[in-house]
T-cell receptor, first 113, second 110 residues
Framework: AQSVTQLGSHVSVSEGALVLLRCNYS??????LFWYVQYPNQGLQLLLK??????LVKGINGFEAEFKKSETSFHLTKPSAHMSDAAEYFC???????????FGTGTRLTVIP | GVTQSPTHLIKTRGQQVTLRCSSQ?????VSWYQQALGQGPQFIFQ???????GRGNFPPRFSGLQFPNDSSELNVNALELDDSALYLC???????????FGPGTRLTVL
C-alpha cells in the first residue's frame, strides 16, 4: 500500500526566502513520487516526478526535490520564493507500474511581500 | 491539454449527474479523482483502452465510460450531499505513465 504525509498544512515564507515543503511517503514497492501544484480554482499541474533515476529531480519554475530512501522523504525546495508561487502543493505516490496516485492532504504556500 | 465540462454544476440529492473529459491528444488512459474541500484528490477509477483498469474505494453508483476517441465520462447516481467536490480528470499516454490533469468540474449537491 502507498501513502504520503505532508507536514504542515500551511507554510508562509517571505519573498526571496527559501521554500521547503515536506513530504514523507510509505510504499511497499519501489515508489514513483510526484509534486503537483494547484492554483485557486484550477486543476493540478505537474511540477516534477521521481521514477528511480536520479535522486535529485529538477522541475518547472525553479523547484526541485530530493528522494531520500533512508528517510522515506521527498521534500520540495526552491531557493527563492516568488509571489507567483503562492498556491496549494500536493505530494503524491504511486507504486511502480501502478495506475493510480495517492495524494497527501496538501500544503498551502503563502508568500509574504 | 485535458478539458472538462461543465465547469460548475448544482444538483439536488438523489439526482444523477454526468461529467465529461477530453483527454490530451494521443493519450489512451483516463483517470478520475474526487477532491473534497481542503483535501487531496482521491482516486475513483481509471479507464485504459475502453476498459476499467483499477478502482478506488468508491461505491458502484460511481461509474464511467471511455469512448472511441478516448474521451471519458463519469456518472454518479443517487447523489448524496457528500458527493459535493471538485472532480478531476487526468489523462496519460499509457496506464502507468505520468498523469496530466484537467481544470476540474465543481459539483455542488444541495
Amino acid at each position: 500500500a502507498q501513502s504520503v504525509t505532508q507536514l504542515g498544512s500551511h507554510v508562509s515564507v517571505s519573498e526571496g526566502a527559501l521554500v521547503l515543503l515536506r513530504c514523507n511517503y510509505s510504499s511497499s514497492v519501489p515508489p514513483y513520487l510526484f509534486w503537483y501544484v494547484q492554483y485557486p480554482n484550477q486543476g493540478l499541474q505537474l511540477l516534477l516526478k521521481y521514477t528511480s533515476a536520479a535522486t535529485l529531480v529538477k522541475g518547472i519554475n525553479g523547484f526541485e526535490a530530493e528522494f531520500k530512501k533512508s528517510e522515506t522523504s521527498f521534500h520540495l525546495t526552491k531557493p527563492s520564493a516568488h509571489m507567483s508561487d503562492a498556491a496549494e502543493y500536493f505530494c503524491a505516490v504511486s507504486g511502480t507500474g501502478a495506475n493510480n496516485l495517492f495524494f497527501g492532504t496538501g500544503t498551502r504556500l503563502t508568500v509574504i511581500p | 491539454g485535458v478539458t472538462q465540462s461543465p465547469t460548475h454544476l448544482i444538483k439536488t440529492r438523489g439526482q444523477q449527474v454526468t461529467l465529461r473529459c477530453s483527454s490530451q491528444s494521443g493519450h489512451n488512459t483516463v483517470s478520475w479523482y474526487q477532491q473534497a474541500l481542503g483535501q487531496g484528490p482521491q482516486f475513483i477509477f481509471q479507464y485504459y483502452r475502453k476498459e476499467e483498469n483499477g478502482r478506488g474505494n468508491f461505491p458502484p453508483r460511481f461509474s464511467g465510460l471511455q469512448f472511441p476517441n478516448d474521451s471519458s465520462e463519469l456518472n454518479v447516481n443517487a447523489l448524496e450531499l457528500d458527493d459535493s467536490a471538485l472532480y478531476l480528470c487526468a489523462s496519460s499516454l499509457e496506464a502507468t505513465d505520468t498523469q496530466y490533469f484537467g481544470p476540474g468540474t465543481r459539483l455542488t449537491v444541495l
